[in-house]
């Protein structure tokens, strides 16, 4: 499977090295994989880098080596994870290198006693060769990058991004229906406050012809910054509340979570929490070959009696995702 037609040679890449967002990257030309220093967001990858990592991902799939033995890799979670923490510890594990982790950064790192992101970056940099790092605030990652002696990886920052985990939705796109272009992709769920969908977004822009709809309750409707994006890299997008029609034409379906912990009162989050919720009825009204996707935890908005629907793909999503940061892993510390 590949994701273009005509392989790029290595000379005539760009990549993105440096630290940061934006002003910090830089684009040169060059050897293309292994010089991305940091993994912020989505927007810094392009078809190529993403192609080569797909390919790695494949080559690596269900191995354990010792190419990263002596490695060590520190995970820096000031905010809830399961999927994520642990995919990229298993993943270095399975590389034979090693982790130390910090699950609960929050209450149990330096933070408590009032010691900046960027002071425990500086520390955790001498301690380990790269950091995974999720926090509460948006820009977070950005923070880190500009201070850390290693590479800094976005594992979620507060609503903002979440890069890796696009990174592994899109392989899950690419290995279950065998194209990452012209698919009509619904997402669905809480678009203000999901980095997922936002981060998915920004992806599904550099592939061709696909067409993107968005389901949300009004108040959680996507954000402004990624229309513009969309609308700049010519990517066709609407808006929609007509879940079950789509659901008949739909390439992919792309549910998330209403984000409990982005709300400010619990009301509104009760009131809007069983919005657009996918039964066994609906998702049986799927079209063959088409994907329901989820970045994963559900509450309720995915029903139980779905998950050995044919369409159903969320946790072998989950699984790819070692895959895929084994791939990245080996890309940024080999
Ligand atoms: C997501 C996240 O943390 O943004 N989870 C994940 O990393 N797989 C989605 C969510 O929490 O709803």
Redesign the pocket.
Known sequence: MALLSKKVPASQHGYYSGMGMRSIFRRQSGIYLSSMQHVIESQQFDKVWIQQLFEHADRLHGMRSESLHGRILASLFY?P?T??RLSFESAMIRLGGSVLTTENARDFSSAIKGETLEDSIRIVGQYADLIVLRHFEVGAAVCAAKVSPVPIING?DGAGQ?PT?ALLDIYTMWRERGSLDNNHIVVLGDLKH???ARSLCYLLGKFANNRITFVSPEELRMNDDIKEYLNKHGVSFNESTDLSSLMKKADVVYQ??I?KERFENEPDYLRLKGSFTIDRTLVDTMKKGSILMH???RVDEIHSSVDDSEHAVYFKQ?GYGVTVRMALLETLLL
Request: glycine share 12%; proline share 12%.
């Open positions: 905010e994870s999927r994520t979620g979440h985990q999901g980095r997922t998330t979570r984000q970045p994963l935890p989950a």
